[in-house]
């Protein structure tokens, strides 16, 4: 894969990488997208779940559909593109990767600098006094129930509901530092994470999409490359070590 110079001298010089992920790089896992085709279930879409709204109306329903996508979770396994990113990790003096998905991949990858926007559907907390619960506790309630008789709730941010405050400023910080920013697999229609390149940009990062489709942060990307995640990441992480090694 070719890749333009201006993109080479950036990567053999950058201090700071960030990188934005969406469910698009775990496709290549076998997960379901956001939008997608395939992320209906039940006739219902994501969308329509993933709100307080919907736990409230129907809890047993919305729990039932994160039991599912945790067992998707639980049998997929990391792809290369999951896997690069957590050697590029490596490459930089500083690096920060801030995912949307809530499936445990990119830990699983072995990325560490790494913080998730919205959560994770494989921890829970109460939903009537917030108590944590770090595993899924096995009661055959569903959805099981807290200590203080309340609803268990997945631990995610639904929509409607504010990112963690501590996670958005580090995300934020990150971006107006970054040299370097990789949007990945993301349709960037959910706000706050989607402002996020915009940040880097303003702040005079480049900015590189990977992503087989059009996005609505393909205009404003230095470079868009229509490719799989799991494709390209592998090489263009090769390329910049070696754009890196040849600077040094
Ligand atoms: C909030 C967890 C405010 C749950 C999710 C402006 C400012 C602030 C808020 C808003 C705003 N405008 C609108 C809002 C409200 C809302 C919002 O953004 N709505 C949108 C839809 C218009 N935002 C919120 O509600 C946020 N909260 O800001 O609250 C507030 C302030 C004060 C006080 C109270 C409240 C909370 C948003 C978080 C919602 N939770 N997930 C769960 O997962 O169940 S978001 C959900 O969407 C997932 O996390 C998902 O990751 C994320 C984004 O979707 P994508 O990842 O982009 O996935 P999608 O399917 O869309 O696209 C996949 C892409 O991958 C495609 O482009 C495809 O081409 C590509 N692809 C496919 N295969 C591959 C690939 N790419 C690479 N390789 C491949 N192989
Ligand atoms: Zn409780």
Redesign the pocket.
């Known amino acids: 894969m070719e890749l333009p110079q201006e993109f080479l001298k950036t990567a053999s010089r950058a201090r700071y990488v960030m990188v934005l992920t969406?469910?698009?790089?775990s496709?290549?896992s076998g997960l379901a997208?956001?939008?997608?085709q395939d992320?209906w279930w039940r006739n219902y879409h994501?969308?329509d779940l993933?709100t307080p709204q919907a736990f409230y109306k129907d809890p047993r329903l919305v729990w039932e559909w994160y039991q599912w996508r945790r067992e998707q979770a639980l049998k997929a396994q990391p792809n290369p593109?999951h896997l690069a990113i957590a050697v590029m990790e490596k490459l930089f003096p500083e690096f920060l990767l801030a995912t949307?998905?809530?499936d445990g991949l990119h830990q699983r990858a072995g990325s560490l600098k790494m913080v998730e926007l919205?959560?994770n559907i494989h921890r829970s907390r109460c939903f009537r006094c917030q108590k944590p619960y770090p595993s899924i506790p096995n009661d055959n309630q569903i959805p099981p129930r807290c200590s203080c008789g309340g609803l268990l709730r997945p631990d995610?941010?639904?929509?409607?509901?504010?990112?963690p405050r501590d996670v958005l400023k580090q995300a934020w910080e990150a971006a107006s530092q970054a040299q370097l920013f990789f949007v990945?697999?993301?349709?960037?229609?959910?706000?706050?994470a989607a402002s996020l390149p915009l940040v880097a940009r303003r702040s005079g990062a480049f900015v590189i999409e990977?992503?087989?489709?059009e996005?609505s942060l393909t205009e404003m990307a230095d470079l868009s490359l229509r490719y799989?995640?799991?494709e390209a990441m592998p090489s263009i992480v090769r390329t910049m070590e070696k754009a890196r090694w040849r600077k040094l």
Do not use: D
Not at 22 to 25: D, F
Not at 156 to 163: A, C, K
């Open positions: 969406g469910a698009g790089i496709a290549e997208t956001f939008r997608g992320g994501p969308q993933a593109g949307q998905n809530v919205h959560g995610v941010v639904w929509f409607g509901e504010e990112l990945i697999g993301t349709s960037g229609l959910v706000q706050p990977v992503n087989p489709e996005s799989k995640a799991g």
